[in-house]
């Protein structure tokens, strides 16, 4: 196991914005966002830690200690070249979400609103520069990485998250999980990503974000690109 | 000379029968045949270094296996067995590899677990005989300063570093060759390299890179090519004749020593050894020896023709209490904030004092760098007076910081120096002399001179030294900034090397000591100042570095100059109009547009003298305005933020309201109960939809959030509400909507139902039995309004 405290240098403004709901609004000031993101730099304490595993594609099988079956299609899809799986764990800790809280009781409404933004974007910006390190240590053996697969996301039903933070230990790096499969800290992660042969045929979803395409909420305000 | 390594050895081990998953180095003790073989073939492939059998040697790899108490064995004997293949002239190279952990902080690994793992193999291999050490296939540079640092105190033998590079140029933890090999030569290696990762082709600029910024020789092991997956197996592609070509390219790019990694065999060497013996030296090589800082992925160049570095002052606990007590109590949020802010301000170094009495000072260096170090990518300077803070801070620095300072007083020279040299640090020399602070320029530059002659002693380079003229304060000694100028036009006539000094000290005592600090910071810039120690927030001194960039070269023809201060136009006439004559109403109207927060009691306040009634302001003005930017919300004119801000100016008008007139607080447009359902966490939506409801004027009672359907029914009753709203953001928690809407129903419950929430739809809401669906906080509030009964 590995556990990774992830250095983020800056929190991207423009998907602070987006997450904040901004869309493309140019007016909104610029120091407000830069001022999350520097707060959302403060307070996150990003770590990432995951397991990799042999799996068996043609049966779906990760071959875990307590081997787990992919029954989800759009998982077995995304991991179709997949020989290895990755399943990755991050948060950033509990300290922003609370200072969220604290400045919505003190009616810094906007404050804390674009607070939880740069929270969005230090989780994902942990999650991407971990799926980096591991694509590292993969190219190395010679595979390649699929991009980050979610519970939540396609038809991967989020009741499976309790079974795929136990196969990252994410409570290595403090993760725990309620009765509805909601993660704590709330701004936390996970994901499984497909190790296939780099010369072989193209991953699904290979170089490709899945983020929006394959998310069923129609109207989410933060939607980057149309439903798939 | 051209010096050939081996080739891989695990490939070979492979190939020979160790079985997967046992411990390569484990057959040192117990197949010591077949490595003595596999070393002997590549002798007679023409290799004249091989590395012996260790790469996973170390306690931290042998402990996999639970041969973590034979570490002194298991190295020794792979000297043995590489010496008992080796001709005449061949060396045998200690191979040490990763530990596979990250160091802490990026890791769980103590950096002084790792050191011991290095010493301790290090020792055994010295300890066997080995001719040199190679530490290799490293990806953080902090592993490799752990491993450096290890291999020079374990043994007297030349030490050749090579970390692992990415596609991107970079190793996994972000350095780039120009700084690893500026960081490692300083430390003390003896050749810098790199191996593992990539094929030839892509380590060519890497090489050519590592050869421009040391002036050490150049090591690198390309793979044979990129690796593939072939049913099962990692496959190297690449065969002998073609990396025997690639051989040539990397030897023009500045390698002196050259073999093979993963994927190699003895065909490979032997091919690069006649492509060698037919191709004959190395090339000509031009090295960039310049005055350089560095943190793990960044390097910054100082001195004469490089831009003004600006060294951040502001961590520094002296005279400021609220960051002393910080560092006192372990918390270092002030100094992340201060970090954060001065780079953003423009410094390129941060200085870190650590200066708090009383406190444990190395506990404290150690813990800031390592903060900072995750934070931030600007190099640090180490700031302190005292030898055990300069060595926590500089061993836990992944770059090469600056040693802030040292003067010509004998217990600094003694401390101070040889660690600056063990940690390859560069060092800021003060001409403080033993007998007191010397007056003039002429004996600034003697005392000067004798610092620099100990840093040579001592094994510093000079690149590794940094001038400071000393500032004195002005208001005391009037000659102060003219001896401070003159020494800096010394400095740079005699020594030529960069200089760096604390601004302030020059304005203290005098009033406006951001208007002298600016023009002395003009002054010495052009008397050869490189590095100025300042505070970057200072607007005037802002304003002084931007011209000068431009004035002294450095920014050319002024673009950025140009680009800075274009937009620094007079306020517009637009601005004054709507301040100055517009009706006092539209004006409170505008500032809840456009979230003027700060601005709107005073406005309130205004309106209230002229006579206006609470009422008419509230609805007129305050009311108008949430109900504008409701509607342009509906239309995406506007965006959720913007109604944020406008909600907060809101409540700050109705807070000066309800001062004015107490009487204020009774008048509600309802009670609402707010909660987040049974098992959902979420809270973000449903803590906007309070503040908005708060400030359209309804009273809210915030249950928060995982709130049991019971304890929804209770408050409902208890506060009589008129209207509940339930938010539900996960499909796991939907079916709790339904329970608690039974639950209201079911205890006679007669305040309307709004629910709302990423995953709930309108249909969901109506076969729940709400009596309305939001989806987003303001038409919460319209709903809310149009159940209670109320119009606008």
């Not at chain 2, 400030?695 to 049991?708: A, E, S, T």
């Amino acid at each position: 196991m590995t556990v990774y405290h992830i250095p983020l240098l800056a929190l991207s403004e423009q998907e602070t914005r987006r997450y904040a709901g901004l869309g493309g609004s140019a007016s909104f000031p610029g120091e407000l966002v830069a001022s999350a993101c520097g707060d959302g730099l403060l307070l996150a304490k990003p770590r990432a830690t995951w397991k990799r595993y042999a799996y068996n594609r043609d049966r779906q099988i990760i071959h875990a200690p307590s081997p787990a079956l992919i029954s989800s299609r759009d998982v077995a899809a995304h991991l179709q070249a997949a020989v290895e799986v990755a399943v990755l764990a991050v948060t950033i800790g509990p300290q922003l979400e609370k200072e969220v809280t604290r400045r919505f009781a003190a009616g810094d409404y906007t404050a804390g609103l674009l607070l939880d933004a740069a929270g969005t974007t230090a989780v994902e910006q942990t999650a991407d520069e971990a799926c980096k390190y591991l694509a590292g240590e993969a190219a190395r053996a010679g595979l390649g990485c699929t991009s980050r697969y979610s519970p939540g996301y396609g038809d991967w039903a989020v009741e499976e998250q309790p079974s795929v933070l136990t196969l990252a230990d994410g409570a290595a790096i403090g993760i725990t999980i309620n009765e509805s499969c909601i993660l704590s800290p709330r701004k936390s992660i996970t994901a499984v990503i497909g190790l296939a042969p780099a010369a072989g045929p193209t991953p699904a979803g290979a170089c490709r974000s899945e983020g929006c395409a394959s998310c069923r909420l129609p109207n989410c305000f933060a939607r980057k690109e149309p439903r798939a | 000379m051209i010096h050939l390594f081996d080739g891989a050895m695990g490939t070979m081990l492979h190939q020979s029968g160790l079985p997967t998953g046992a411990c390569p180095e484990g057959w040192n003790l117990t197949n010591p045949a077949a490595i003595t073989s596999i070393h002997r073939r590549y002798v007679e492939s023409g290799a004249d270094i091989i590395e012996t059998n260790t790469f996973g040697g170390s306690r931290i790899k042998l402990q996999n296996y639970g041969l973590e108490d034979q570490v002194n064995e298991i190295n020794r004997a792979a000297v043995r067995i590489a010496k008992a293949a080796c001709g005449p002239s061949t060396k045998v190279a200690g191979s040490v590899g990763p530990t596979g952990q990250l160091i802490a902080p990026l890791g769980e690994l103590a950096f002084e677990d790792a050191y011991r793992a290095f010493y301790e193999q290090i020792s055994a291999l010295a300890g066997g005989g080995a001719d040199l050490i190679i530490i290799e296939t490293i990806i953080d540079i902090q592993e490799m300063r752990a491993a450096l640092l290890a291999a020079k105190a374990a043994s007297s033998l030349p030490v050749i570093c090579q970390l692992s590079f990415g596609a991107d140029g970079r190793t996994v933890t972000g350095t780039d060759p120009r700084t690893a090999a500026i960081v490692l030569e300083a430390m003390g290696a003896d050749i810098v390299g790199a191996n593992c990762s990539l094929g030839p082709a892509q380590l060519v600029d890497i090489v050519s890179a590592l050869a421009k910024a040391c002036s050490k020789p150049v090591s690198v092991q390309p793979n044979a090519g990129m690796p593939r997956l072939e049913n099962g197996q990692t496959v190297f592609p690449m065969g002998p004749e073609e990396l025997a070509a690639w051989a040539l390219k990397l030897i023009q790019a500045g390698a002196t020593y050259i073999g093979g990694c993963c994927g190699t065999t003895p065909d490979h060497i032997k091919a690069v050894r006649q492509a060698l013996a037919a191709a004959g030296s190395s090339a000509a090589r031009t090295v960039q020896t310049a005055t350089a800082l560095t943190s793990r992925s960044r390097t910054v160049q100082l001195g004469p023709g490089s831009p003004t570095v600006v060294i951040g002052e502001r961590i520094n606990p002296t005279g400021r209490k609220t960051l002393a007590a910080e560092i006192r109590n372990g918390s270092f949020a002030m100094v992340k904030k201060e970090a954060l802010a001065q780079v953003r301000a423009g410094a390129a170094v941060l200085d870190i004092n650590m200066g708090v009495p009383g406190i444990n000072q190395p506990a404290a260096m150690r813990q800031a760098v390592e903060e900072l170090s995750l934070l931030t990518d600007v190099p640090l300077a180490i700031d302190t007076t005292d030898p055990e803070s300069l060595e926590a801070g500089l061993r836990a620095f992944p770059g090469r910081a600056l040693v802030n300072s040292v003067s010509a007083e004998p217990e600094r020279i003694a401390s101070f120096l040889p660690l600056a040299k063990k940690y390859g640090a560069a060092v800021l020399c003060l001409p403080i002399a033993p007998g007191g602070v010397p007056a003039t320029a002429a004996e600034r530059l003697e005392v000067a001179r004798a610092i620099v002659e100990a840093a040579y002693l001592a094994g510093l380079r000079p690149q590794d030294l940094l001038l400071d003229p000393l500032v004195l304060t002005v208001a005391a000694e009037a000659q102060a900034a003219l001896e401070t100028l003159e020494t800096l036009r010394l400095y740079r006539r005699y020594f030529g090397f960069p200089t760096a000094m604390g601004l302030s000290n020059i304005s203290y005592g005098l009033p406006r000591r951001d208007i002298m600090n600016a023009a002395f910071l003009a002054m010495a810039l052009t008397a050869g100042l490189d590095a100025p120690i300042l505070n970057p927030y200072d607007p005037l001194i802002q304003d002084v570095l931007h011209s000068t960039a431009a004035l002294l070269s450095h920014d050319r023809n002024g673009r950025r100059y140009s680009e800075t201060y274009a937009a620094h136009t007079a306020p517009s006439p637009e601005q004054d109009i709507r301040e100055g004559t517009a009706d006092i109403l539209a004006r409170i109207k505008q500032a809840v547009l456009s979230g003027e927060k700060e601005a709107v009691p005073e406005l309130i306040q205004e309106a209230l003298k002229l006579g206006h009634s609470p009422l008419g302001i509230t609805e007129q003005a305050l009311t108008a305005a949430m109900n504008e930017i409701g509607e342009a919300f509906g239309q995406g004119r506007c965006f959720l933020p913007q109604v944020m801000l406008a909600a907060e100016t809101m409540r700050s008008a109705f807070l000066t309201l309800k001062e004015a007139l107490p009487s204020l607080v009774a008048q509600t447009a309802g009670t609402v109960i707010l909660a987040t359902v049974k098992g959902d966490i979420h809270d973000l939506g449903k803590n906007i939809v309070a503040a908005l409801m708060e400030n359209n004027g309804f009273r809210v009672i915030d249950l928060g959030k995982d709130v049991p359907p019971e304890k929804i029914v209770e408050a409902a009753a208890a506060e009589k509400a008129d209207c509940v709203g339930l938010c539900a953001l996960m499909t796991t928690t939907l079916p709790q909507v339904n329970i608690t809407i039974d639950a209201l129903r079911g205890a006679g419950s007669p305040a309307k139902i709004i629910v709302g929430g990423a995953v709930v739809t309108e249909d969901y809401a109506a076969a729940a039995g709400a009596d309305a669906y939001a989806s987003n906080g303001v038409e919460a509030v319209k709903l809310a309004k149009k159940l209670a009964g109320i119009k606008n």
